[in-house]
Nanobody, 122 residues
Framework: VQLQASGGGLVQAGGSLRLSCAVS????????MSWFRQAPGREREFVAA????????VYRDSVKGRFTISRDNAKNTVYLQMNSLKPEDTAVYYC????????????????WGQGTLVTVSS
């Protein structure tokens, strides 16, 4: 299984970006998918997760109401729509996959993408 994240870039505070994560393999629809992020000098942290059928989503408190995770199982892709971006959202964003239920800790994930950098200027 390979994950390829894309969509990062430089945006001003208050702007929007949409991240994508394309997943190889025929079993994408069985995976719970998540986004994590790692800011410079900080540990990687959970951002959002979605169940295999998009029936449930989970967000960290600081992004609730601003970020939306979604998936298209026909395209083997998960998305993270980020609105009202803040400088503190600056980080490398990683997508991750696991078989089973949502987890909010990185140790629970089997597969990781390479990361895409999001920079929010003030």
């Amino acid at each position: 299984v390979q994950l390829q994240a894309s969509g990062g870039g430089l945006v001003q505070a208050g702007g929007s970006l949409r991240l994508s994560c394309a997943v190889s393999g025929r079993t994408f629809s069985t995976y719970a998918m998540s986004w994590f992020r790692q800011a410079p000098g900080r540990e990687r942290e959970f951002v959002a997760a979605i169940t295999w059928n998009a029936g449930r989503t989970v967000y960290r408190d600081s992004v609730k109401g601003r970020f939306t995770i979604s998936r298209d199982n026909a395209k083997n892709t998960v998305y993270l729509q980020m609105n009202s971006l803040k400088p503190e959202d600056t980080a490398v964003y990683y997508c991750a996959a696991r078989v089973g239920t949502i987890q909010t800790i990185e140790q629970g994930y089997d597969y990781w993408g390479q990361g895409t950098l999001v920079t929010v200027s003030s």
